[in-house]
């Protein structure tokens, strides 16, 4: 316990960056039950945002006055919620994003898509250490699957990636920001040697999307799917974004035919004819309620603005870093994540063989909320608009109180 | 207008049913902005009912308070509203029903688990005049699809589903009640023809799960999905149920592999490893705010009873079909439905060659929301639980007064 005996900051260093922090505020726009409380999952489930819930409450209120009338605003919520998440948080245009479905689905639908218009290539290039729901979806699918391996906490590079790639590929599909380790990938250099290799890109943004600046217009990236009860705070289960580049709508097709895909919807006709556009991959009748609130919560990102969001998790991330190098390593603590800042998201992962009992008892003692990821990691969320400076330092010191 | 000189009834008879109605109180368990108004679509989509409401505002404080800790209650969510589904609703077994997703994509995911297990029998039988969801869907699976077709207000029989089987047809997917005609399909009849053929049974429940006393197990039923924002009253869009005999659960299996479908979910393992049951068939984060509303929502349902439900729906419909034909067929109007209560679900279908006028001066004039299916046909949903016997006579005589 050396290390312990010699921290080098004191806990004024966070204070005095929550006095000077500008999103400070912004925790007041989320609804804890318990105002004191540490909440370092806001990567895995964001809190309620006030507006979100504004939302709901508007959404059933809606519900109860225009009972079946309401399908008039409702109908196209999946676009128009596409539509404002588009410019402000995923550098995409308007009419290229839709909100349904879950990510897994989502993931699926453009997984089979790109496959269908890519025979004969047959290859599916995925990471070995990506969320089990992108690797599960992507085996069941008619393709091979060849899986990189970079192991660790390196997120995939485009040399890592460009390795595997063949005329057989097909797609490449990776997570912008990894699940476990927080690591970046560098998604323009990637998607550029996926296209030299003639395949398309799917992007899973679910760790990105409302914590990390996205460009996925200037990347060229083809598909994406994200995750929208994470950073934006859409609640738990909240449906998920899909993305398609524009030049790829028309020439795929998804697999799953359902009537808000179909074009002229309330004719009813005989056969499927689907939109020429992004809608085709609208399936079954969109969660009004679910979607409402994802308005809200994202209507507080953008004001923030992604870009002071981002300035703020690097300052989070380099305090925690900090106190980490100060007190962890001598405690049994190993990182999990990319040391360096630009290299990493929002997230923290610190491995520890007694990782279990520490992430329990920081649960039970101190109201600091963390998740726990098999065999050994704590994951540590540190969402820029609703953490404090000195939510990071109390749950650290914890962490050092705890190991033993 | 001769027909509209000579009533049969007095408004008396409806007031005195209402009076008598052992359901009539349970008005008051639904949110109307508007008391008053006259609501025929619970059909398509439910009111909002208080206990359903209250348990979404209870889910958001859950949110609020437990945060991501709040999964420990959530995850089985799916199979615990299932549950409380499967007896009252559907006469199923306890580990039979699931609720998550749409009811286009659980149709998607079963469908093409039984086609994957029938091969080499490559051949979906479908109703031409089912609803376009299910068409569609079905369309889009490497199958032929044989469509049978009565045309008409006709349910499908056990007769004309017999005379399209043969040893290609690996699944019969029909709807029990139909969407446009509320015509009624002899369930027990038919899964047995389709049975004997050597055939899986799925039935799409949406338009009788909550207003028609369903009994999956004694029926042999295979497979079924459901919508549960109708008689359910669970929010525009709210995820749909899935049924999958017990019997079946481990032969079929689906092809979106989601990490809600893995047994060992948090060891977040290399390979998919489904559920050995009903679970196999959740493919991603289920969502929580809905599941919660329809918990409450369904019990209202199975407080009142299915049996009472189906009751008062033949008693609503007697006084409907006794109205149509005193004044209405004079005017221009035709029966879009079965004329006799044993055939007919909770809705029905009046056609005439000025509906589209005719449904909207309903709505205007009169605040009597019914709905409009291209080309001519005027549905009018007579959910038991909120229709009164006075609406169902206001109604009427609307559309009496708005025919010339």
């Known amino acids: 316990v050396t290390a312990a005996a010699a921290p080098v900051v004191d806990r004024s260093r966070a204070e005095n960056l929550d006095r000077a922090d500008p999103l400070a505020r912004f925790r007041e726009r989320f609804v804890f039950a318990d105002p004191d409380v540490i909440y370092l999952c806001g990567n895995s489930l964001g809190p309620p945002s006030r507006a979100g819930v504004a939302a709901i409450d508007g959404a059933i209120a809606a519900w109860s006055r225009r009972l079946v009338d309401g399908w008039e605003d409702w109908l196209d919520l999946p676009s128009r ?16 994003v839709i909100v ?62 460009a390795a595997v790639l063949d005329a057989d590929v097909a797609l490449v599909c990776l997570s912008h920001i990894g699940y476990l380790s927080g690591a970046v990938a560098d998604m323009a250099a990637i998607t550029a040697v996926v296209h030299d290799a003639g395949a398309l890109m799917l992007w899973d ?57 179909q074009r002229d919807q309330f004719a009813m006709g005989p056969d499927y004819d689907p939109w020429p556009d992004v809608r085709q ?105 609703t953490t404090r400076f000195v939510d990071v330092w109390d749950a650290l010191a914890a962490l050092r109180q705890l190991s033993y």
């Open 81 to 96: 919620i596409g539509d404002r998440m588009a410019g402000p948080l995923l550098g995409a245009r308007r009419g290229e």
């Open 100 to 161: 349904s479905d879950s990510t897994s689905v989502n993931l699926y639908k453009l997984a089979a898509a790109a496959l269908g218009a890519a025979a004969p290539r047959s290859v599916i290039v995925a990471d070995a250490s990506d969320f089990p729901t992108d690797r599960y979806v992507l085996a069941a699918l008619p393709a091979a699957l060849r899986l990189i391996s970079d192991g660790g906490t390196a997120a995939p590079t485009a040399a890592s990636v």
């Open 205 to 261: 943004l679910s760790h990105s999307v409302g914590c990390y600046p996205i460009d996925l217009e200037s990347a060229g990236v083809d598909l994406a799917v994200g995750c929208t009860y994470k950073y934006l705070s859409a609640g738990p289960g909240a449906p998920a974004l899909l993305y398609v580049r524009s030049e790829q709508q028309r020439r795929l097709r998804q697999p799953i035919w359902g009537w808000f895909g």
């Open 281 to 385: 991959f609208l399936v079954g009748t969109p969660p009004v309620l679910a979607l409402a609130g994802i308005g809200g919560s994202i209507d507080v990102v953008a004001e923030a603005g992604i870009g002071a969001i981002r300035a703020k998790a690097l300052a989070l991330g380099e305090l925690a870093m900090d106190l980490y190098r100060a007190w962890l390593p001598g405690l049994g603590f190993r990182l999990g994540s990319p040391l360096e800042g630009p290299a990493r998201g929002s997230h923290v992962g610190l491995r520890h063989g007694d990782a279990q009992r520490i992430h329990r008892e920081l649960g039970a003692a101190g109201r600091i909320v963390t998740d726990f990821r098999f065999p050994d990691t704590i994951r540590m969320g540190l969402a820029p608009l």
